[in-house]
């Protein structure tokens, strides 16, 4: 899951100058609240992957960081064989880290890891409608506005009964509940949410409705700074 930047809109981004590689440290710190977080994001993953159909099971991942949300759950997971996943990540050293874990693993052949923008939604074409999708670092990191186009847009990443896990931060204001409620205005359907005394916040959604075409040439949101 990728941490927090600066960026400008459009396809050309500008990192602030923080060590991505360091702050991803405190997911090795036990007890942090990252290390809390990707623990809550990984078992709804190995969730969702036990509740999955027979057959194929297409992941994408925006914003993935350095993946080990995906692959660590995959390396291990029983339906491991039948997991194709993409991962999009920005930062070339990350992205570096997923591709390396991903061999480290045996999953060089299954997981594909894209350095670019997850905004832009042609980097996904594909592999969509996915039958998960993650959405974890992005929302506490974009305007609401930016929030609520991107759920808009999720229809057309998903498929039918596919799982979304996204986060979002439970600082003032907590949004949490506004993006459930924005996710189940669109076709999308509570699974689980982290309580709001967890010290991060993780949400689940299945999406009921049926998917949409892919429209290309959008982007689905600017990162600011904020915290994920």
Do not use: K
Not at 60 to 87: F, K, N, Y
Not at 148 to 173: F, S
Not at 195 to 215: C, N, S
Request: aromatic share 8%; proline share 6%; glycine share 10%.
């Amino acid at each position: 899951m990728a941490g927090r930047w600066s960026r400008l809109s459009g396809p050309t981004a500008r990192f602030a100058a923080v060590d991505w590689q360091r702050w991803h440290n405190e997911y090795d710190r036990p007890g942090s609240g990252l290390a809390r977080r990707l623990s809550a994001v990984q078992g709804q993953v190995r969730a969702a992957l036990d509740r999955a159909p027979a057959g194929a099971v297409r992941v994408i991942s925006l914003c993935a960081g350095q993946g080990r949300d995906v692959l660590d759950v995959m390396a291990g997971h029983p339906r491991r064989a039948d997991v194709r996943a993409r991962l999009v990540e920005l930062d070339p050293r990350l992205s570096s880290f997923a591709e390396e874990r991903a061999r480290q693993l045996g999953l060089q052949d299954q997981v594909e890891v894209v350095t670019g923008d997850a905004a832009l939604i042609d980097q996904y074409g594909g592999m969509v409608p996915a039958d998960m999708v993650l959405v974890c670092g992005v929302f506490g990191n974009i305007s609401d506005e930016d929030i609520a186009a991107t759920i808009d847009t999720c229809p057309q990443l998903c498929e039918t009964g596919a799982t979304l896990i996204w986060t979002r931060h439970r600082g003032e204001p907590d949004l949490v509940p506004q993006i459930c409620e924005w996710f189940e205005a669109r076709g999308f359907e509570r699974v689980w949410v982290s309580d709001p005394d967890a010290g991060f916040g993780v949400g689940v959604h299945r999406f009921t409705g049926e998917p949409q075409p892919l429209i290309p040439g959008r982007t689905l949101f600017s990162f600011v700074s904020g915290g994920v």
